[in-house]
């Protein structure tokens, strides 16, 4: 039996650098490769499920237009909390902030992912949002958080995956989207513009 064991009409490209990714897709043994998009994620209007939708698809035709060609796949994931779109923090002040807005609550993890087919034409894009919920936080514990330096560079200021799990009572719906990309959605995504073929059959390496 062979590894990765995914037919693949063309390869994949994930148009992010962002290791959770990576190691999502590698979980699921889908072979890739990484090509960074040259966007800029600031400065998108409307509702956060359009904004994530949108974000993910300007990623995905960004790698695209790079000359990049294949399947490309484009994710982008927010935290909302009370309508207020939490980004990844600038600084401690804003780690810090965000952590005592979330905490003691719930709060909704989205993420809008497109995928580009190799002529350069979106073959589908969705969204994905999971509630999530906090314990209410102590000053200590969010200091003690943002010590560790885990809150920079994730959205909401914090990783479910890792250290930051201590502050999760509950969540409701997609782990896997909290931590950056919902794995069913986006291989079912796959499968039907048939960028992945066969899956999850594994190939019999030949004798």
Known sequence: MSFPFISINN???????SPRRKELLQQVKIPFRITQS???ENNEKGKPRSICVTLAEKKA???????????ILGADTIVVKDNLIMGKPQDANEVASMLEQLGGGDHEVITGYSIINPHGDIA??????????FKRLTPKEINGYIKTGEPFGKAGAYAIQELGAFMITGINGSYSNVVGLPLFEVIDSLVKVKALEGFP???IASK
């Not at 390869?11 to 650098?17: E, K």
């Not at 894009?125 to 999530?132: C, E, I, L």
Request: charged share 10%; aromatic share 6%; glycine share 6%.
């Open 61 to 71: 035709l960004s790698v695209y237009n790079s000359s990049a060609k294949g399947w």
């Open 38 to 40: 040259d966007i800029d």
């Open 201 to 203: 059959l594994p190939e």
């Open 124 to 133: 589908i894009s969705g969204h994905v949002a999971t509630t999530v919920t």
């Open 11 to 17: 390869p994949l490209i994930l148009a992010s650098a």
